[in-house]
């Protein structure tokens, strides 16, 4: 009986989470269109994507690159028994548009920034800004949440393409070094590899990703009480909550995508 | 009363089992400095909180020029926000931004005025707290009596006409602390404004105060004028006035905790 309280409250708690970031995530839509036209609002945005963005860049090319050539390494050895080494080609290139890229890219942001929203917001509702903020009639959701999420939204798409194309890049050292295939020819089969279908649906998954670090970061933030110690909780909670979601996510639209191509 | 510029009915706020603000009713009316007084813990904080319209009472109203604050449509929240200015007590300066950013901020997202007018304005508010050459300091790089009065030239950026402030002269020396407490007397003088003080200060309490509401445990024990207020008989207010600590009592149950951990239970 123990047991089933536990487990009901848990999904309860589940429930009142997700409910809570759809609530945040609806507010945040509501405020965007009063966000879109406020320069004060772009310039946030903006310092933001240099930070979620321009700063990650060398973090999600070098981690692409390390998984793009253990990825063909793996698929590799087993093709080789087959002598089907150029299907790692086909497997490095489907592989990052649909999965990798976009998965790998938003475990790296949530790591860098969704800790960063979830820190930068608790330190401000203990040091009473968030307050200060309601008390001047503004809204901290538009303040702060929205210019974060304007710049998520257009950075983490543009990251996942950074590490698809570092991901493929990293599959043609792998050719060049076992098979000598060069690289104008390596990248003419890849094209004919890859679907733009699957390099779209990769993007949308980003976007779907990103609304999802941007939220949980927030929201994470935004429930900080008490002191400093609170703000560390919710940073740990912040990363741990949006990786679980995001691969949650994963799996549902990836599930999606699977039974739609199907027809 | 016709002309209160905020009146509390009945607030009572409890966080669980404890009730924080026992049945409080207060009415401030235009123009007057209030201080609410009270010791650590006595709730002040909390019923400032309240008339700001941060928190949700258990139960009771406050009403802002008649306007329940707790249940009134977003617009007129707004709308009576744009006319208060809050000076908390760590200043909550935006840490991102520079002195002249956090004072500019509600003129700029506010107001349809041009650059050039929010930025004289800007420097005005705080040529009027004294920190006109600290304009372009980060809130980082201010003292802790310089960011109070940047805070309060944040509050009264859009010319409030209450003004709120959190514990003004903690943790500062007396004499910024007595400077803070003629820019209160000055911003009630020069602009007429409703202001409300957080504090625990006797000295600065009798400075500046109209009138004095003394809290004690969440209740509310006085509102008297400083005359009134210095002559009282009530028992906490002469303690509070005369500085007279609270004896430590030792409940029995204390005492019989005490003889266990030293291995005497049963003995006495």
């Given amino acids: ?263 | 009363m016709a002309d209160a510029m905020i009146s509390v009915d009945g607030l009572t706020v409890e966080y669980g089992s404890n009730r924080v603000l026992d049945n409080v009713s207060l009415e401030i009316e235009r123009g007057e400095i209030m201080v609410l007084l009270g010791g650590s813990g006595s709730g002040k904080t909390t019923l400032m909180r309240h008339i700001i319209g941060l928190e949700q009472p258990t139960s009771g109203t406050v009403k802002i020029r008649g306007v329940d604050i707790n249940h009134c449509s977003r617009k007129d929240l707004r709308a009576i926000r744009c006319t208060m200015g809050v000076a908390f007590q760590e200043a909550a300066l935006f840490n991102s931004m520079s002195v002249r950013e956090n004072v500019g901020l509600p003129l700029h997202e506010l107001t349809t005025l041009s650059d050039s007018i929010i930025e004289i304005m800007t420097y005005m508010k705080l040529a009027a707290v004294g920190l006109g050459e600290a304009i372009d300091r980060m809130p980082q790089e201010l003292s802790g009596g310089m960011k109070k009065r940047a805070a309060v030239a944040r509050a009264t950026a859009l010319d409030p006409e209450i003004l709120l402030f959190d514990e003004p002269s903690a943790g500062l020396d007396p004499i910024v602390a007595a400077g803070l407490d003629d820019l209160i007397l000055f911003l009630k003088h020069a602009f007429h404004m409703t202001i409300v003080v957080v504090s625990h200060e006797l000295a600065s309490a009798f400075k500046i105060a109209d009138r004095i509401a003394m809290l004690y445990r969440g209740s509310l024990i006085a509102v008297e004028n400083k005359e009134a207020f210095k002559a009282s008989t009530h028992p906490r207010i002469r303690q509070f006035l005369d500085r007279i600590a609270d004896p430590i009592t030792e409940s029995a149950a204390a005492r019989d905790h005490l003889s266990q951990l030293a291995g005497l239970a049963g003995a006495s």
Avoid: H
């Avoid at chain 1, 507010?27 to 963005?53: E, H, T």
């Avoid at chain 1, 920034?113 to 979830?118: D, E, I, K, P, V």
């Fill in chain 1, 1 to 263: 009986m123990n047991m089933l309280e536990s487990i009901g409250a848990g999904v309860i708690n589940g429930l009142a989470y997700v409910g809570g970031l759809t609530l945040q995530f609806w507010s945040g839509l509501r405020a965007s269109p009063r966000a879109l036209v406020k320069r004060g609002r772009w310039r946030a945005a903006m310092r933001q994507m240099a930070m979620i963005g321009v700063e990650g860049v060398p973090i999600v090319a070098v981690m692409s690159i390390c998984t793009g050539f253990i990825l063909a390494m793996q698929t590799g050895s087993e093709l080789r028994k087959f002598g089907a080494l150029q299907y790692v080609m086909d497997v490095v290139a489907v592989g990052f548009t649909r999965e990798a890229g976009p998965l790998l890219t938003a475990l790296i942001v949530c790591g860098r920034s969704g800790s960063a929203f979830s820190s930068e917001i608790g330190t401000m509702v203990v040091t009473n800004e968030i307050d200060a903020l309601k008390t001047m009639a503004l809204d901290p959701i538009e303040i702060v949440m929205v210019p974060k999420y304007i710049a998520a939204c257009i950075v983490i798409p543009c990251l996942t393409i950074v590490s698809n194309t570092a991901g493929i890049l990293a599959g043609a050292a792998f050719m060049f070094i076992t098979t000598r295939i060069t690289l104008p020819m390596y990248l003419r089969y890849i094209f004919n590899a890859i679907d733009m279908r699957d390099v779209f649906t990769g993007l949308l998954k980003s976007l779907i990703f990103a609304a999802i670090i941007v939220n949980v970061g927030c929201m994470e933030g935004f429930r900080v009480r008490g002191g400093p110690e609170a703000v560390g909780r919710s940073t740990t909670s912040a990363v741990v909550k949006s990786i679980s979601l995001v691969i949650l996510a994963d799996v549902f639209f990836t599930a999606i995508f699977y039974l739609v191509r199907k027809d």
